[in-house]
């Protein structure tokens, strides 16, 4: 247990011994008006229950929160309490539980700032979910950067978490596939065609083209292009889609698009993978058709009478939860839309037996939201089960110039190629630097640079330095000897020391806060704040010195701070080197 919770916990025992305020239904939220200030000189944690209760009870709150203080049990953890202002309550905490802390830290390694797991929620996390019609591109990269440390974050703060990645393998993206693949490979063997504007023009078709294996000897080009419309670029694709399915068949037409499907999904899962970032399922979306549970979901709405036709087609009750209008499941030809697979894929993830459901998206998915939960709702699910973390753009910067993209015509920067020029480390860090609602302006020089204006670089610099001293231990024939117990710490007195203490106490709630409001930046600043304490010690003072006391008790702090920033990096999928 940290030592906000450790205060928190206190508090809430004190309140629950105070007859006149024991039953008072603000001491519920005791735990969350618990923070840390911020000015030092104020103590470490306040809390401003006594404001909180002031109403309740009747009574001044500095009056409460002098009757609180007066009921606080002795701790050892605590030097001293006081009141400020109109009723703040402050806690200075003591050497004692700064030393306590380092202790726990070399104690617990890896295990530092993370929870014991908790048997609820269980939380099924999906991102990234890009249509596999092209490699993935610097976009995606931060959803799968963010998704990813979201994910450690939340299992580190005791969450059970799995990892998706919803496959778009059905509909009409899987055809432009095809015919774009279909038409590179016409050309690659001597015949002349127009490519359509709404075809795929990426460099990347040409090569999965080049090891197509299905058979179009018998395609004549001349009847692919026969009849096309003159004008409406989307008009003219979904002709030469009819077109190819008809010259080829239904059979030889699927088993190209499959091929194509294989080999953008195979370049996809290797791509992730060297970036660190693992999925647990990968969940086809024709699986929904196959396995019908579009129709298992339909049935549902029907059952609970919460579809109706009209004009020929079946319609959902959406505006009676909230949406703005009803949405069709099936159009008047008898085919489901796009929306009767999104809520019977969320429909299908509570009859998984997840409980709230988190799915980050494009910044241009905020209408997706209203409909699906109305869809949970209208199944009998809580529609809040359904989480949305949204996604802002990314602008990418070489030699301060803006980079150009545009995704299908296929001119942009892949986040493969993104990896190889600034290392996975930096991109890693460098996408969750912001808050995901934000746009991001990613500077690739900054980000390979090797100056402490690059924040990884700083970060990971600091925990090689830890490294470094302990290389020098070796080199001087000194030995490091971890104290037992906390009364070695005692001679850590200097000011720069308090400080780094202080910080690295912090980590497990930064954990917690970062996980609880989904937002990876919070670690981001702490761990950038860490470094900052720990060079700043480096440079005022000598680990290495002649007092084995004095020695051991530095050389622990140190060492203390390189598990909490290896810690940190590696929740955000980051290395921490051992020399730079």
Do not use: C
């Not at 910044?363 to 869809?375: C, E, L, P, Q």
């Amino acid at each position: 247990m940290h030592l906000k919770n450790e205060i928190a916990k206190l508090l809430e025992l004190t309140l629950s011994g105070m007859s006149d305020l024991s039953d008072a239904p603000e001491i519920a939220s005791t735990h969350t008006t618990v923070e840390r200030t911020r000015d030092p000189r104020h103590g470490d944690f306040t809390t401003n229950i006594a404001m909180r209760l002031a109403k309740s009870a009747g009574r001044n709150p500095r009056e409460i929160a002098q009757a609180i203080i007066d009921a606080l049990p002795q701790n050892e953890l605590i030097d001293k309490v006081e009141i400020a202002g109109p009723g703040f309550i402050n806690f200075h905490v003591s050497s004692i539980a700064s030393h306590r802390e380092v202790a726990g830290i070399l104690a617990s390694g890896q295990r530092y700032g993370r929870q014991e797991t908790r048997a609820t929620p269980k939380i099924l996390l999906e991102f990234v979910s890009a249509n596999p019609t092209g490699p993935l591109h610097v976009g995606h990269g931060r959803h799968a950067s963010y998704g990813a440390t979201l994910g450690n974050l939340l299992e580190a703060a005791g969450f059970k978490v799995d990892r998706e990645y919803y496959v778009n393998d059905a509909g009409r993206q899987m055809d432009i596939l095809g015919v774009s693949v279909l038409l590179r490979m016409l050309e690659a063997g001597g015949s002349t065609v127009r490519f359509p504007d709404a075809g795929y023009k990426g460099e990347y078709i040409r090569e999965i083209a080049a090891n197509i294996t299905e058979d179009i000897s018998n395609l004549d080009p001349l009847e692919l292009f026969k009849g096309l419309p003159t004008d409406d670029k989307e008009e003219i694709i979904s002709a030469l889609i009819a077109n190819a399915e008809r010259l080829l068949g239904d059979d030889s037409f699927g088993k190209l698009r499959r091929q194509a499907l294989e080999s953008i999904l195979s370049d996809i899962k290797d791509d992730l993978a060297e970036f660190g970032v693992v999925f647990d399922r990968w969940f086809s979306e024709q699986s929904l058709t196959d396995d019908k549970l579009i129709d298992d979901a339909l049935a549902v709405l029907k059952k609970r009478q919460m579809l109706y036709e009209k004009d020929g087609a079946t319609w959902f009750r959406a505006t009676d939860f909230g949406d703005e209008k009803d949405r069709v499941v099936v159009r008047e030809n008898g085919k489901k839309t796009y929306f009767a697979s999104d809520i019977a894929y969320h429909y299908g993830k509570r009859e998984r037996g997840y409980d709230h459901l988190i799915d980050i998206l494009g910044s241009d998915h905020h209408g997706y939201i209203a409909r699906v939960r109305a869809g949970l709702e209208a199944m009998g699910y809580a529609g809040d089960s359904l989480e949305v973390e949204l996604v802002q753009f990314v602008t990418l910067y070489r030699a301060g110039e803006k980079l150009q993209m545009s995704t299908r015509s296929g001119e942009f920067v892949t986040l493969r190629q993104l990896r190889e020029d600034v290392g996975n480390d930096a991109a890693r860090f460098f996408y969750v630097m912001r808050s995901n609602d934000q746009h991001l302006d990613f500077d690739m020089e900054l980000a390979k640079s090797r100056s402490n204006d690059n924040p990884v670089y700083y970060i990971q610099y600091a925990h090689a330095r830890v490294a470094s001293v302990f290389r020098q231990l070796e080199e001087k024939a000194f030995t490091y000897q971890q104290a037992e117990g906390i009364s070695a710490f005692a001679m850590l007195t200097e000011s720069h020391e308090k400080a780094l203490m202080t910080s690295l106490s912090r980590y497990p709630e930064v954990i917690e806060l970062a996980a609880v409001n989904r937002a990876p930046q919070h670690l981001v600043h702490y761990l950038r704040d860490v470094a900052n304490e720990l060079h700043s010690y480096y440079n005022a003072h000598q680990f290495i010195v002649e007092d084995d006391d004095l020695r051991n008790a530095r050389l622990a702090l140190i060492d203390a701070t390189r598990i909490v920033i290896a810690n940190g990096l590696g929740i955000i999928g980051v290395s921490a080197p051992e020399a730079m």
